[in-house]
């Protein structure tokens, strides 16, 4: 086999590595999966907290216990429950289910006396035919049951259902949220589900340890949240879906594996409209999520105002996506976050998942003991995290201490969540605004930094960020104006960077029940170095380029000096792209560097080209000016109104090229025959060789230039020699 057959398989197998470390099938959404559902009409209200005195009651018998745990409570509130534990005991009721089963009217309220509420009648499995349900299945494995099915079956998925009741208050008498523990212990989807119940109040106590979530509301116009703790779930703590006018205040959630508040499709009442918006369909403060897999989240969370909380301690802080199907309102829009506290969200729970100890029936895992099994991919160690989003504002709030990134912005095409429609594949990303926010330090001013304060793919239209962030990737990112709309550097890209889209392709494809860790991937733990994506991309691409590169050096221009010096200006860039390409170096000015160097490397080496192969000489310039224009791009100013950032247009033409330079460096010839054809002059036999040689190639060669003994190689063969005129030079 000849050489240049031995170096294209070469580029090949190079070629075939590099696909597999970037194909991979679309990543498998698991996520909240619901029967069909419309979103209310907007005819409803935030309900009102009501002071009157129960109308229904519900304790336990064993008074010697219940006086234990009032023990402590301030005098007025022990006398108070002392009272209503005795009128519990003539007309009360044992079970939260019995109670709401009583309401036979809007506005009745149910008081909650503390103890601990297992809700036994509701514990067992389905009997009879509530076991032959026809319904579908979840990806998830349980039945998406039609609201018909839930009156008929409350108990299949639910320890309390709470189906078409209005305006029903309930609330916990205890001196704290812990005192009233309504408790799943792992046999129901859901502790508490409100469904189709406009008006509802919960308030002042805990619903925990669930296979899906602690509180669950569902196709809602009216809902209050207040001072409820949820802990210890399969998925979620809080989830509110499909609902408007809700209100989430002063409430806490830990150890869920997904997140601890949940505003899942909320009502898209602003759906067409810029930051100009007359409501908020849902409001969230006073809240504190914790050591869940992410504080906040919410698949078309959109209109929510999320402001005065504080999400601490998760993998992630907040998110909200447009990346899973049968959620109505996406793409999302319109949340805004101001004045929270988002800060030392670096937790991984990944190894969970790797080490089987997820893999256990839910009981056995150790949720009480501080483990979580995270449900969905995430990138632990970011702030806000924004996977297709429109017209969200991120503003006032302290960020700082995150090791990934305090913002996170990626874009998710339509087919994602399952709309083919091509116009409508890059409809996210756009109008996302984060301004006056304190970044990498706390309310004391003491400085916490955040690895890096922006990660953007680099999508979308009008986003913006304020002229004060730190290190960021890219370097160069559209600054916000004073006013809510005001753009400096803009852009409109279709698609983002193409190492990082691979590297979020690679990232997606995770699936906790198949225990599924992407080997590419440093979300998860398990890759260091060579075993990341973006970083197996750098250091094949610049194997290539170094074999590619040096080999038509060395056989077409080693003695040409500006080919020389621009080669190893190349050498220098590719291993500053490699060093750029890891964790450390990615927000750095290091890429750019790497490009600049590119850049210099293929404009020197097609200019030294131009005299013999002028059409790939002057490719070779201008795929060196597309890398000159990509180092402006990520560090200076990026380009507006071009729909591909020049790293795309770079790459097709870089393929190309390296094609053509192999073609090139395999065509006959050696650099050193130009260099030397002066000192061939004297030497009978090497003259010889190369006048033998030199008529051979005459034919495929005819272009070729240069004198003898010019000093710089022009890609051809020199003319051999000529014998002296009589009386003259040669």
């Known amino acids: 086999m000849s050489w240049p057959r031995r170096f294209l398989a070469v580029l090949v197998a190079l070629a075939a590595t590099l696909l597999a470390a970037l194909v991979a099938a679309a990543p498998t959404a698991f996520a909240h999966e619901e029967r069909p559902v419309t979103l209310p009409d907007g005819s409803g209200s935030v309900p009102e907290y009501r002071t009157d005195a129960p109308d229904l009651l519900v304790c336990k018998a064993d008074r010697a216990d219940f006086e234990r745990r009032i023990s402590a409570f301030p005098d007025g509130l022990r006398e108070r429950n002392l009272n209503l534990f005795d009128r519990c005991q003539d007309e009360g009721y044992r079970h939260l289910q019995q109670a709401v089963d009583a309401v036979d009217k809007p506005g009745m309220n149910i008081a909650i006396l503390p103890g601990l509420y297992e809700e036994e009648p509701s514990q067992p499995k389905p009997k009879g035919a509530c076991t032959r349900l026809k319904a579908p299945d979840s990806a998830l494995g349980y039945q998406i049951l039609s609201f018909a099915q839930q009156k008929r079956c409350p ?158 301690h998760n993998m992630g802080g907040a998110s909200m996506d447009s990346a899973f199907p049968g959620h109505p309102g996406l793409p999302q829009n319109h949340a805004k976050f101001e004045r929270n506290l988002i800060h030392d969200n670096n937790e991984n729970y990944y190894p969970n998942v790797a080490d089987g100890t997820c893999a256990k029936p839910p009981v056995e895992r150790g949720y009480e003991d501080g483990v979580v099994c995270p449900q969905i991919s995430m990138p632990p160690g970011s702030g806000i995290i924004t996977a297709g ?213 293929w404009t020197g080496l097609g200019l030294a080209l131009r005299g013999t192969r002028p059409v790939f000489a002057w490719t070779t310039v201008a795929l060196g000016a597309l890398t000159l224009l990509d180092a402006f791009d990520k560090a200076v100013v990026m380009l507006p109104w071009i729909p591909l950032g020049p790293a795309w247009i770079r790459g097709l033409l870089g393929v190309v090229w390296v094609l053509w330079a192999v073609i090139a460096a395999a065509g006959r010839g050696d650099a050193g025959a130009g260099a030397g054809a002066g000192a061939l002059a004297g030497a009978g036999q090497e003259e010889a060789e190369v006048g033998a040689e030199a008529e051979a190639d005459a034919g495929t060669d005819a272009d070729a230039g240069g004198g003898a003994g010019s000093g710089t190689d022009t890609g051809s063969e020199p003319e051999p020699p000529h014998a002296p005129a009589p009386g003259g030079s040669a």
């Not at 809510?484 to 699936?511: F, I, M, T, W």
């Open 389 to 601: 989003g429109n017209w969200n504002l991120y503003e006032k709030n302290w960020v700082y201490g995150h090791d990934r990134a305090a913002f996170y912005l990626n874009a998710v095409p339509a087919f994602i969540r399952g709309e083919e429609a091509w116009a409508k594949q890059t409809d996210t990303s756009h109008h996302n605004r984060y301004a006056a926010n304190v970044l990498g330090k706390d309310k004391q001013g003491r400085s916490k930094p955040n690895g890096a304060d922006v990660w953007w793919d680099g999508q979308g239209e009008a986003n913006c960020w304020q002229p004060d962030t730190a290190a960021s990737s890219p370097r160069t990112l559209p600054s916000c104006g004073s006013q809510r709309g005001d753009v400096s550097g803009g852009s409109d890209r279709l698609a983002g960077e193409p190492v990082k889209l691979a590297q979020l392709l690679v990232c997606a494809d995770y699936n906790v029940q198949e225990r599924r860790l992407p080997a590419g991937c440093d979300w998860y733990g398990a890759a260091r170095g060579i075993e990341r994506v973006e970083l197996q991309i750098s250091l094949a691409a610049a194997v290539v380029l170094a074999l590619v590169g040096g080999v038509l050096w060395w056989r077409r221009l080693r003695h040409d000096r500006l080919a020389t010096v621009a080669s190893a200006l190349g050498v220098v860039g590719l291993a500053l792209d490699v060093a750029g390409s890891t964790t450390g170096l990615s927000s750095s000015y290091v890429p750019a560097l790497a490009l600049l160097f590119l850049g210099a490397w």
């Open 155 to 312: 108990h299949n998925q639910n320890l309390v259902a709470i189906l078409s009741k209005k305006n029903l208050q309930i609330e916990g008498t205890g001196a704290a949220r812990s005192d009233v523990v309504i408790d799943a212990k792992y046999q129901k989807l859901n502790a508490i589900r409100a469904d189709d119940s406009d008006g509802i109040y919960f308030k002042n106590f805990t619903a925990q340890r669930t296979t899906f979530n602690s509180l669950y509301v569902l196709a809602g116009d009216g809902f209050v949240i207040d001072d409820v703790l949820t802990r210890w779930n399969d998925e979620y703590g809080f989830l509110t879906f499909a609902s408007d006018h809700g209100l989430y205040k002063n409430c806490e959630s830990y150890g869920n594996g997904d997140s601890g508040i949940y505003p899942g499709s909320a009502s898209n009442i602003n759906d067409g409209r810029g930051y100009d918006v007359p409501r908020y369909s849902i409001e969230i403060t006073g809240c504190r999520s914790h050591h869940n897999m992410v504080g906040y989240s919410g698949t078309a969370g959109d209109s929510v105002w999320v402001h005065d909380n504080e999400f601490d």
